[in-house]
């Protein structure tokens, strides 16, 4: 065990990815470049911090009373199942230490590695980030189908996953929509919740940072109302 992570950035005490209170690790480097996205600084596929899963493990177990039986550690990003065979070491040390294990991922990714990581997931936030091809490939980046199979796979091996959609709105804020995600998840009983989380834009000045265009930064917020309807239509 000692493969190099790179890592973006840690969130000691996380309380939204994931159940519980959690250790977020946001690994260095992303394959896809969704509009939406809060994280352009994960975006590069070199940098970050060099690290190995023990020091991870070190640093989490700091936090385990405030984890408590829920809470854990979380992988996000950037793309962690870009780093697959790290975030296997470091969920492996986790899970002989008790500590429950959250993948936090775009689903775009597959590989043996990645089958590998699954194996010591106790639960996956899968982002679906909309519910057509056209607006995949257009706004994201990659294939609505490459994300639905890993969902099925996450269905074959019966590991726990919410879907999370992050709402833009005039993109994905209809009706349609959130019909066919709802539809996805009773589709495949391995999903037990479903997150709709607002498009926020207070990431711009990073983007400015970056010097790089916030391709929706021209687009507004989505009101909490306009939130709470579209979650209604999933009850
Ligand atoms: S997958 Fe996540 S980190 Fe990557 S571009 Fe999309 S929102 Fe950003």
Same mark, same amino acid.
């Given at each position: 065990?000692?493969?190099?992570?790179?890592? =973006?950035?840690?969130?000691?005490?996380?309380?939204?990815?994931?159940?519980?209170?959690? *250790?977020?690790?946001?690994?260095?480097?992303?394959?896809?470049?969704c509009?939406?996205? %809060? =994280?352009?600084?994960?975006?590069?596929?070199?940098?970050?911090?060099?690290?190995?899963?023990e020091? @991870?493990?070190?640093?989490?177990?700091?936090?385990?009373?405030y984890?408590g039986?829920?809470?854990?550690? &979380?992988l996000?990003?950037?793309?962690p199942?870009l780093?697959?065979?790290?975030?296997y070491?470091?969920f492996?040390?986790?899970?002989?230490?008790g500590? =429950?294990?959250?993948l936090?991922?775009?689903?775009?990714?597959?590989?043996?590695?990645? !089958?590998?990581l699954?194996?010591?997931?106790?639960?996956?936030?899968?982002?679906?980030?909309?519910?057509?091809?056209?607006?995949?490939?257009?706004?994201?980046?990659?294939? !609505?189908? &490459?994300?639905?199979?890993?969902?099925?796979?996450?269905n074959?091996?019966?590991i726990?996953? &919410?879907?999370?959609?992050? @709402? @833009?709105?005039?993109? =994905?804020?209809?009706?349609?929509?959130?019909?066919?995600?709802?539809?996805?998840?009773?589709? %495949?009983?391995?999903?037990?919740?479903i997150?709709?989380?607002?498009?926020k834009?207070?990431?711009?000045?990073?983007?400015?940072?970056?010097?790089?265009?916030?391709? *929706?930064?021209h687009l507004?917020?989505?009101?909490?109302?306009? @939130?709470?309807?579209l979650?209604?239509?999933?009850?």
């Amino acid at each position: 065990m000692s493969k190099t992570g790179y890592v =973006n950035s840690i969130q000691s005490l996380g309380a939204v990815d994931g159940p519980g209170i959690r *250790f977020v690790v946001f690994m260095q480097g992303c394959n896809l470049r969704c509009g939406c996205c %809060h =994280n352009p600084d994960t975006w590069a596929l070199t940098g970050g911090t060099a690290t190995t899963a023990e020091e @991870i493990i070190a640093k989490a177990e700091r936090y385990r009373e405030y984890q408590g039986d829920t809470g854990g550690i &979380t992988l996000s990003g950037g793309e962690p199942l870009l780093q697959a065979e790290f975030a296997y070491e470091v969920f492996s040390l986790a899970k002989d230490r008790g500590i =429950n294990t959250c993948l936090d991922t775009s689903g775009s990714v597959m590989n043996d590695e990645v !089958l590998k990581l699954l194996s010591v997931t106790d639960r996956v936030l899968l982002d679906i980030k909309y519910t057509d091809d056209r607006s995949y490939r257009e706004y994201a980046g990659c294939e !609505l189908d &490459t994300v639905l199979g890993f969902l099925a796979l996450l269905n074959q091996r019966k590991i726990p996953t &919410t879907l999370r959609q992050v @709402i @833009i709105p005039t993109l =994905n804020d209809n009706e349609e929509n959130i019909l066919r995600l709802g539809d996805i998840a009773k589709r %495949h009983p391995c999903v037990d919740k479903i997150e709709l989380l607002p498009f926020k834009k207070m990431c711009k000045v990073k983007y400015d940072n970056l010097k790089l265009p916030f391709r *929706f930064g021209h687009l507004p917020e989505p009101t909490a109302e306009k @939130i709470a309807e579209l979650e209604n239509l999933l009850k």
